[in-house]
């Protein structure tokens, strides 16, 4: 995607937030990376566990299968958009920068976008998490009436069968997701520049 095949998805985003070294030595000397250990591993597969119970919350959706190409991905997204209520994994790309949305829900107000962590509280990095969605989806023409972070709730013990309402918490970030749009544009717009330089 883009020139010299270099694009930003929100991970990256978020690496380049946190390191530009990181995020150059990604782009340019990928083979460098350590492959995931063990731990790593297991975060992952509770990740993704943890988002397939998130989507029961909003049942009956549409899933947009991550092993197709990243040209596929957006194709399907933009079909299940005609159809569909609530998409899964839904697939957008603008300025050179790829998102998956966990979840969207569509309102009368327009879309709901859902970001799901298996984290049981929240950190700095998933305000610029949902920003940089945001940014994407707008620039997209995708009207988001909503944002929020989804995250597992420490507060609740399970007594029975697993409640979900309670499991997982919801957290309304649609006026800091709007308040960090500059910041997201300048911020992409330097990491652009960074990886066309050298390394940092």
């Given at each position: 995607m883009g020139r010299n095949g270099m694009y930003l998805s929100k991970s990256r985003y978020i690496r380049g937030l946190q390191c530009y070294k990181s995020l150059w030595l990604l782009e340019h000397r990928p083979e460098l990376a350590s492959p995931p250990d063990e731990s790593t591993q297991t975060v992952l597969k509770n990740g993704y566990e943890v988002g397939d119970l998130a989507c029961e919350l909003f049942p009956g959706g549409k899933m947009i299968p991550t092993d197709a190409s990243l040209g596929e991905q957006i194709s399907l997204t933009k079909e299940a958009m005609a159809s569909a209520d609530v998409i899964y994994e839904a697939a957008f790309s603008h300025g050179n920068v790829f998102i998956r949305a966990d979840i969207l829900q569509k309102k009368n107000?327009?879309?709901e976008l859902y970001e799901v962590k298996s984290a049981a509280g929240?950190?700095?990095e998933y305000y610029d998490d949902v920003a940089v969605q945001c940014h994407v989806l707008d620039s997209?023409?995708?009207?988001?009436s909503k944002a929020c972070l989804v995250h597992i709730d420490s507060s609740y013990m399970r007594s029975g069968p697993l409640d979900?309402?309670?499991l997982f918490k919801i957290v309304d970030l649609t006026e800091e997701a709007r308040v960090r749009q500059s910041e997201v544009i300048?911020?992409?717009a330097r990491m652009r520049s960074m990886l066309e330089g050298d390394e940092p």
């Open positions: 107000a327009g879309w929240m950190k700095n997209a023409g995708i009207p988001i979900l309402q309670q300048e911020s992409l």
